[in-house]
């Protein structure tokens, strides 16, 4: 969508075009929702409407789960990783410009970011399953990681490109893993209570720790140096907290001291 966002911004005008796309998400929106299923019943072969297992819906309630260590590390994974991936819509084509590129090329990085990011999700899924979800997130953030900090030495639009696609890759699997990595700690009946507030780090706390603590920074210092080494680390950190989000089965397998 960057690029056609680019476009519409220079034939129509930035308020006319965040009009549009509000009401096409909208109207969008709107109808998807109509085709949601609730997952407490599903429909048999034979067309009767049957509850499903209860086991799945069983879990911690919001009380129980923000009291575990699990809880506060994926919230702190949300704050840090979503803060460097999100760090690089507001970025790149900025960045891209100071290279020496057209406005133009700075958006095809912005865009390379974007593809991965959604593309990913749909690898990313099923693969967790099978691998992990943890081992997934911490191999994807400190991909993101070294690729923050490998763009202060490059000047190459392709490998630039490249970087940013596993910024990319990250922030899908961000994404893609951890409601399931909720669901695997504290179950699926309350998990409406317990990903939304975890959900806030990324809501209120990323957006100020990422695009707004690096505008800051790019301001006083008019150099991404700084900010892509900043971005690293918080990408490392959370590679490494996601560790500490682990199953109540997985504590329960230790030995008691």
């Given amino acids: 969508m960057a690029p056609i966002f680019a476009s519409l911004v220079k034939t129509q005008g930035y308020t006319a075009m965040n009009l549009e796309m509000a009401a096409l998400a909208l109207?969008?929106?709107l109808a998807a929702a109509q085709?949601?299923?609730?997952p407490e019943r599903v429909q048999s072969d034979a067309g009767q409407t049957t509850a499903t297992?209860?086991?799945?819906?069983?879990g911690r309630t919001l009380s129980e789960a923000v009291k575990t260590k699990s809880f506060w590390s994926l919230w702190l994974v949300w704050a840090l990783m979503g803060a460097a991936s999100i760090s690089m819509v507001t970025l790149s084509i900025?960045?891209?410009v100071s290279r020496g590129f057209s406005m133009a090329e700075g958006v095809l990085i912005l865009t390379a970011f974007n593809l991965t990011s959604g593309l990913s999700r749909i690898v990313i899924g099923p693969l967790s399953d099978?691998?992990?979800?943890?081992?997934?997130?911490?191999i994807a953030f400190f991909l993101a990681g070294f690729s923050w900090i490998g763009l202060i030495w490059t000047a190459s639009l392709p490998l630039i490109s490249i970087l940013a696609m596993l910024v990319g890759i990250a922030f899908g699997t961000l994404f893609v893993c951890s409601a399931p990595?909720?669901?695997?700690?504290?179950?699926?009946?309350?998990?409406?209570?317990?990903?939304?507030?975890?959900?806030?780090?990324?809501?209120?706390?990323?957006?100020i720790l990422g695009p707004s603590l690096?505008?800051?920074?790019?301001?006083?210092?008019?150099?991404y140096t700084g900010i892509f080494i900043y971005l690293g680390v918080l990408s490392v950190l959370a590679a490494i907290?996601?560790?500490?989000?682990?199953?109540?089965?997985?504590y329960a397998s230790e030995p008691q001291a």
């Fill in 35 to 38: 085709f949601a299923q609730v």
């Fill in 94 to 96: 900025g960045f891209g």
């Fill in 214 to 223: 690096s505008g800051f920074i790019l301001d006083a210092t008019r150099s």
């Fill in 27 to 29: 109207v969008l929106g």
């Fill in 130 to 138: 099978r691998v992990g979800r943890r081992t997934l997130m911490s």
């Fill in 53 to 58: 297992p209860s086991k799945p819906l069983t």
């Fill in 241 to 250: 907290i996601v560790h500490f989000v682990r199953p109540p089965a997985e």
């Fill in 181 to 207: 990595l909720v669901t695997d700690c504290f179950g699926l009946k309350h998990f409406g209570a317990i990903f939304g507030l975890i959900f806030t780090a990324y809501g209120f706390i990323a957006g």
